[in-house]
C-alpha cells in the first residue's frame, strides 16, 4: 500500500478549497500553523491530485441560497462575504508514487490570472493544469444579485419614506 501525503499551505480564511486524490475528495486537517494536512492511500504507480476553488455563486441553487441569505440577513446586512472578483483556481497534477510520498501545495495570492500554485515533491510531478481565472458565469450571477439587493433597497427606502410621510 502507498502513501501519499498532502499539504496545502498559503490559504487565506475566506478561500474554501477542495482537494481530489484520483477523483475522492481527502479530507484535509488544518494543523496550529495554518497549514492543511491529509494523507491518501493507494495501490497504484500514479495518482492526480486535483485542486479548486468552487464559487457558491456556481451551485444549482444560488439563487434559492442568496434570496434565503438576503431576506435572513436583515436585508443583506449580516450577509455572507461573496468574493466579487469571483477568481477560481484550478490546479491538478499527475504525482508518481512511492512507497511512501509528500507532495506540498503553495498557494500564491490571488490573482487574474498567472499560475495558482508552487508545487514540491520528492517524487515525480507532472503539471496539467495550474491556473487562476476570472470565472464569467459567476461574475455575471454576481452582478445580478448585486442589482436585485440595489433595488430592494430602494424600495424599502420608498416604502420606508411612505409610511413615515402617512402617519406624520
Known amino acids: 500500500m502507498k502513501k501519499l501525503s498532502v499539504k496545502i499551505t498559503g490559504v487565506p480564511k475566506k478561500v474554501h478549497l477542495y482537494t481530489l486524490v484520483d477523483g475522492q475528495m481527502i479530507k484535509l486537517k488544518k494543523n496550529q500553523f495554518g497549514a492543511y494536512e491529509g494523507e491518501f492511500e493507494t495501490e497504484k504507480e500514479n495518482v492526480a491530485v486535483e485542486v479548486f476553488r468552487s464559487l457558491e455563486l456556481l451551485g444549482k441553487l444560488w ?5 434565503i441569505t438576503f431576506i435572513v440577513s436583515v436585508l443583506g446586512i449580516f450577509e455572507p462575504w461573496y468574493d466579487r472578483k469571483c477568481i477560481a483556481l484550478e490546479c491538478k497534477y499527475v504525482v508518481s508514487l ?14 487574474k490570472e498567472g499560475k495558482a500554485v508552487d508545487v514540491e515533491s520528492d517524487s515525480e510531478v507532472m503539471e496539467v493544469n495550474n491556473a487562476f481565472y476570472i470565472d464569467k458565469k459567476a461574475k455575471l450571477r454576481w452582478r445580478l ?24
Open 145 to 168: 444579485m448585486l442589482a436585485f439587493k440595489i433595488i430592494i433597497w430602494i424600495v424599502a427606502i420608498i416604502l420606508a419614506i411612505y409610511f413615515i410621510a402617512i402617519n406624520i
Open 63 to 67: 439563487w434559492l441560497y442568496s434570496l
Open 98 to 111: 512511492k512507497e511512501t510520498s509528500e507532495i506540498k501545495i503553495n498557494l500564491k495570492p490571488l490573482s
